[in-house]
Structure formats: structure tokens, C-alpha cells
């Protein structure tokens, strides 16, 4: 008799912790619908169209080595960058092909969605990793929309977010955020840095490593990847996995060919940009990480 009531109450405190989780989880969704949905208002400038042809070449080599192609493709016409079944990620076309999603931009526009991770709508941009790209200068700002402007107009992917339930409940719940919740909007733009193997300027080139290795460097899991993605690395000074490169020399290395210098394979790092990128803006990253901060 007790072992009858025992499984009653047993079978009830299940349902019970099944109806408090899909609670739980609808919430989430809700709240994920509201976040992805909410108004962002932020006042930006804009930087002027360019189209010489120092301002493309620059937005040339920033679309090539900052992460733009692994998301939009060498063309600028967008390409699926995940899809694992659950998750699909697609990055729209950003040529300026008629009805294209920035066919319409204007110079705010563009700051809004590159520096902000916002939408001409005032939404957030939902994958847009904005926070590598905050502190970009304006030069460099206005040379990548110069480049981009410039590209082709071709079809293309028009762009697409599917997320799985557990991520999009994360999202809902604020273990996962996107870049327009991380960015501090208040920041004037960075100034300009001499290009050079210095601290200085290989701070300001890891702020494009900011989106999957956190505000700090210190890597962990990278913010709604996909469960058998591996934790991004430590880049901090002094960590087990900078010790890996102690020498600039093995870090180009890395860079060019996607190793370690034990031979074994980098799994997920967007190497199709970073071994795009020269050799003194790699240098000048080594340095910086390997400081003590």
C-alpha cells in the first residue's frame, strides 16, 4: 500500500516538474519574442559614403580579415554560415541588389547595424556580431561600407535566424545575449591608432575577437553555438592556451594554416578571414595578448 502511494506521489511530483518546466520554457519564448522584438534607439551620426579608391581597398581588406566573408560570403551575396538540423544561420545579401536588405541604407543606418547591431527599425540584429565591430574608427567604419557599397549588385541568401527552442529560451531567459545588449552605446567612436607591431594597435585589433571570446578574452563557452562546439580559448596572458605561442612566429602560424603548433586542428575559428589578415596587424595581436593586462 505505501509503495502504491509512493509511486502516485512520485508520478505527481513529475508532472508537476514537467508542467513547471514547459511553463518555463514558454515563458522564455515569450520573452525572447519580446527581446528580439524590443526598440533599441540610439543616436548615431552617421559617417559619409566614400568611394575612393584608398576607402575601398581599406574596406577590401576589413571585409576579408574581420569576419564579413564568413557570414556574407567573398561576394557580399550572403551564405549559410551553421546548419546542424536544430540551427540555421544565414547571412543576407548586402549588395546592392533592388529590394536587397540595405538597398535603402543610409549613413546611420550602416553605423547602426555594423557599430550597434540595430536594424533602420530601431530592432536588434539577431547573430550580427556588432560588438567586434563597436570601436571600429570612423575611417574604417566608412572604408568597410565604402568596399561593400561597391561590391556587385548579384542574388543572394535574403537571410535567416532559426534557432532551436533551448537556445531561443536562453536568449528569453538572459543567458544569451545579442550584441545590442552587450555594446556600451554611449562610447564616442575609438580614435585612430598607427598601424604597427605595438600593444596599441593590437588592442584594437582583438576587439573582433571580443564576440566569441568575451568582454575579457577569457574564451568559455561561446554564447549560443551549438552544444559540440568546444569552449573558445583563453587569450588572456599567462593562460595554458597562449602558452601555446609564445613566439609571434607560431601564432602567424596558426593563423595561416587553422593549427596548433602540435599539428591538431582548430575547430569553428572563422579562418577564412583571419588568414586573410597581414602580417603586422597578427604580430601586433600577439603582442598585445601576450601582456600582462
Excluded at 12 to 21: E, Q
Excluded at 38 to 44: F, N
Excluded at 248 to 272: C, H, N, S, Y
Amino acid at each position: 500500500m505505501n509503495g502504491k502511494k509512493w509511486a502516485i506521489r512520485a508520478g505527481i511530483l513529475l508532472a508537476a516538474l514537467v508542467v513547471l518546466l514547459a511553463c518555463a520554457i514558454a515563458f522564455g519564448l515569450w520573452s525572447a519574442d519580446r527581446k528580439m522584438n524590443r526598440q533599441v534607439v540610439i543616436d548615431v551620426r552617421g559617417v559619409a559614403f566614400r568611394d575612393d579608391a584608398a576607402s575601398v581597398d581599406r574596406g577590401k581588406y576589413l571585409f576579408a580579415s574581420r569576419g564579413c566573408v564568413d557570414c556574407h560570403g567573398a561576394a557580399g551575396n550572403g551564405r549559410v554560415f551553421l546548419d546542424d538540423g536544430a540551427m540555421r544561420i544565414t547571412g543576407p545579401n548586402i549588395t546592392q541588389v533592388a529590394g536587397g536588405v540595405v538597398a535603402a541604407y543610409g549613413p546611420k543606418d550602416w553605423e547602426r547595424a555594423i557599430r550597434h547591431g540595430v536594424n533602420p527599425q530601431g530592432r536588434p540584429l539577431m547573430i550580427m556580431p556588432s560588438e567586434d565591430y563597436n570601436r571600429f574608427t570612423d575611417d574604417d567604419l566608412a572604408s568597410l561600407v565604402a568596399y561593400v557599397r561597391s561590391l556587385p549588385a548579384v542574388a543572394g541568401e535574403k537571410g535567416e535566424v532559426r534557432l532551436p527552442v533551448p537556445v531561443r529560451a536562453l536568449y528569453g531567459f538572459g543567458m544569451i545575449q545579442d550584441a545590442a545588449a552587450k555594446i556600451d552605446h554611449t562610447l564616442p567612436p575609438a580614435q585612430p591608432v598607427a598601424e604597427g607591431v605595438t600593444v596599441t594597435h593590437g588592442a584594437y585589433v582583438a576587439n573582433m575577437c571580443l564576440g566569441c571570446h568575451g568582454a575579457n578574452l577569457a574564451g568559455g563557452k561561446v554564447p549560443g553555438g551549438p552544444p559540440d562546439w568546444p569552449p573558445a580559448a583563453d587569450l588572456r596572458a599567462g593562460s595554458a592556451d597562449m602558452a601555446r605561442y609564445a613566439d609571434a612566429k607560431a601564432f602567424l602560424q596558426m593563423f595561416r594554416t587553422g593549427k596548433r603548433p602540435d599539428g591538431t586542428p582548430i575547430k569553428v575559428m572563422p579562418f577564412e578571414s583571419l588568414k586573410a589578415m597581414n602580417d603586422t596587424d597578427v604580430n601586433a595581436l600577439h603582442l598585445y595578448l601576450t601582456q600582462k593586462r
